[in-house]
């Protein structure tokens, strides 16, 4: 799960916010990672298939950046994909505003065919906003690589903030620098067996 920091964005531009700016400079990570999301082990039916075109590049992206890391993804937690959808709001997490979430649902059942996981983003307002952060395309791809670390990985838990890394609690400042840095050091760590 990724979430916004309500308390930065909602921060009114006004001389005093120029004059925090630097130390709120220190802390940009403008999105951080909230607790583990949310498992349903009650024998849920299946959800209905539902794939968003605009998002599904995305996950044929981490598909592909994963086998050219040679940690490809398992066909088995790929089939049990089966919603990768916009979500106009996913909630809070404290003052956090929630931006994904990575569902896992019956997930020790015994039937391997009944186990599911969905993926939801939040999806921005029609400027392209969540709040005052503009979701460009790389901090899409990010919440998205995130979520996916976390339902195409098995992932569990986050990161400490420090470690800038996809997943971290907090967005990666090396974003703006490096994604293909970030990439190497994201399927490394899944590499590790985490
Ligand atoms: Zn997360």
Known sequence: MLLLLTSWISRPVTSSFFKNLPSLLLVMPLLACGS???TSDGASSKPETRFESELM???AAYESDA??????VSPELRSQLVQVVWQDDLGQQGDETVLGRCERMNENHPDESMRFRTVKIR???AAG???RIKVDALTLKTIVYHEL???LHDFRGHLPE???QIMSTALPKERFQSFHELLHQHFALLKSGH
């Open 123 to 125: 999806k921005p307002d």
């Open 36 to 38: 583990q999301p949310p």
């Open 129 to 131: 906003y969540v709040g």
């Open 67 to 72: 086998q050219a890391n040679a940690i490809p």
């Open 162 to 164: 420090a470690s800038h």
């Open 149 to 151: 670390g976390h339902c």
């Open 57 to 59: 590049p995305l996950v």
